[in-house]
């Protein structure tokens, strides 16, 4: 990509031109020129594109930056990875230096975790996210702490598809504690898979987003793929199985340790959860927040504390839950 530059007098308006030749535009834009329209909105200048040819034209300040954003964007998309409103925007605050260097999105060379059938290649976004993969290849047991929305679950299932399709493991298993978020919803019909489906829907959902729903379900009928409150794990032990516990905020310290000791021989186990969002009644402290002092230690154990940079669902989740976290407020108001 070349660039020319002109400056006029002092408080002019700066203009360059960005050579792309050979970019698909359309990836490049987003639906409707939404990228465009996000980047003029943010530096207040104009982004006109003719032919192979764009024209940056604003403040002298902010040209720069959205020539460098569209840069990073077009190594992206050459590279065959699609730009969403997450990737603009982190990219966007990085060169607005909100956030340092080492918390960019992930490199277009970043390894790929996970693509099936017509499913988009999966990669990782953030270095958080990086060092969560990383420690998962590299430990038997990897705990994944962080607010809404850091892909904590996601990447929990990505990871434990590919060890299932790698034949690393012979099968999934997905616990969860049966705790209400702050509403009594009662006894549910049916039997106990009826019972638990609505607890583990988010896994269900992650699960469907990779492989289908058809295949998943497939994989359930067969057993390949378990879903299990987390009650009717004990006196169980688990073997040549990816093990993922979520929202294990909402496990005490004794449930923790049962669900910890059912490992077997080659093995993995996933747990993650948010400290700040715990459901147990009578004010019990949660087990996730208990068993890092206790394990940080521990040689195979590893933690992985994600936090707001993280973030990767809508870029106004970050900023929600950057808001609650300056005002000190848990979900539940306290």
Same mark, same amino acid.
């Given at each position: 990509?070349?660039?020319?530059?002109?400056d006029g007098?002092?408080?002019a308006?700066?203009e360059?031109?960005?050579?792309?030749? &050979?970019?698909?535009?359309?990836?490049l834009? &987003?639906p409707?020129?939404?990228n465009?329209?996000?980047?003029?909105?943010k530096?207040? &200048?104009? #982004?006109?594109a003719r032919?192979?040819r764009?024209t940056?034209r604003?403040p002298? +300040?902010g040209?720069?930056?959205?020539r460098?954003?569209?840069?990073?964007?077009?190594?992206?998309?050459?590279?065959?990875?699609?730009?969403d409103?997450?990737?603009l925007?982190?990219?966007w605050?990085?060169?607005?230096?909100?956030? /340092?260097?080492?918390?960019?999105?992930?490199?277009a060379?970043?390894?790929? $975790?996970?693509?099936s059938?017509? %499913?988009q290649?999966?990669r990782?976004?953030?270095? =958080?996210?990086?060092?969560?993969?990383k420690?998962?290849?590299d430990?038997?047991?990897?705990f994944?702490i962080?607010?809404?929305?850091?892909?904590?679950?996601?990447?929990?299932v990505?990871?434990?598809?590919?060890?299932?399709k790698?034949? #690393?493991v012979d099968?999934i298993? $997905?616990?969860r504690?049966?705790?209400?978020? =702050?509403e009594? #919803?009662?006894?549910?019909?049916?039997?106990?898979?009826? +019972?638990i489906?609505?607890?583990?829907r988010p896994?269900? *959902?992650?699960?469907? *987003?990779?492989s289908?729903s058809?295949k998943?379900?497939r994989?359930?009928s067969?057993?390949?793929?378990?879903?299990?409150p987390l009650?009717?794990?004990r006196?169980?032990?688990?073997?040549n199985?990816f093990v993922i #516990?979520d929202?294990a905020q909402?496990?005490?310290?004794?449930?923790?340790k049962?669900f910890l000791?059912? $490992?077997?021989?080659?093995s993995?186990?996933v747990?993650?959860? *948010?400290?700040?969002?715990?459901?147990?009644?009578?004010?019990?402290?949660?087990?996730l927040?208990?068993?890092?002092?206790?394990l940080r230690?521990? /040689?195979g154990?590893?933690f992985?504390?994600l936090d707001?940079r993280d973030v990767? %669902?809508?870029?106004?989740v970050?900023?929600?839950? !950057?808001a609650?976290d300056?005002?000190?407020?848990a !979900?539940?108001g306290k």
């Amino acid at each position: 990509m070349t660039s020319q530059r002109s400056d006029g007098e002092s408080g002019a308006l700066v203009e360059e031109i960005l050579d792309l030749d &050979g970019v698909d535009q359309l990836g490049l834009f &987003g639906p409707g020129d939404a990228n465009l329209h996000f980047l003029e909105k943010k530096f207040g &200048g104009t #982004l006109i594109a003719r032919g192979d040819r764009m024209t940056i034209r604003g403040p002298a +300040k902010g040209v720069p930056m959205v020539r460098e954003v569209l840069e990073d964007l077009v190594e992206r998309i050459r590279g065959g990875q699609m730009v969403d409103s997450v990737s603009l925007c982190y990219l966007w605050e990085i060169r607005a230096g909100k956030w /340092e260097p080492d918390s960019r999105i992930f490199q277009a060379d970043d390894p790929l $975790l996970f693509a099936s059938g017509s %499913r988009q290649a999966v990669r990782v976004k953030t270095k =958080g996210q990086q060092a969560y993969v990383k420690a998962v290849h590299d430990h038997d047991v990897v705990f994944s702490i962080g607010p809404a929305g850091t892909g904590k679950t996601f990447l929990a299932v990505v990871m434990a598809m590919d060890y299932l399709k790698r034949q #690393l493991v012979d099968r999934i298993v $997905l616990v969860r504690p049966a705790v209400e978020a =702050g509403e009594q #919803l009662g006894f549910l019909p049916g039997d106990l898979q009826e +019972k638990i489906n609505p607890y583990m829907r988010p896994l269900f *959902d992650a699960l469907s *987003d990779i492989s289908g729903s058809a295949k998943i379900a497939r994989f359930m009928s067969s057993g390949v793929i378990e879903a299990s409150p987390l009650a009717y794990m004990r006196g169980r032990t688990l073997n040549n199985a990816f093990v993922i #516990l979520d929202e294990a905020q909402n496990t005490t310290l004794g449930q923790m340790k049962m669900f910890l000791t059912r $490992l077997g021989v080659q093995s993995k186990a996933v747990v993650t959860g *948010d400290v700040t969002q715990v459901d147990l009644p009578d004010k019990r402290l949660s087990g996730l927040a208990l068993v890092r002092n206790i394990l940080r230690d521990t /040689e195979g154990v590893a933690f992985v504390e994600l936090d707001g940079r993280d973030v990767v %669902r809508h870029p106004l989740v970050r900023r929600i839950v !950057e808001a609650f976290d300056a005002a000190g407020v848990a !979900e539940d108001g306290k």
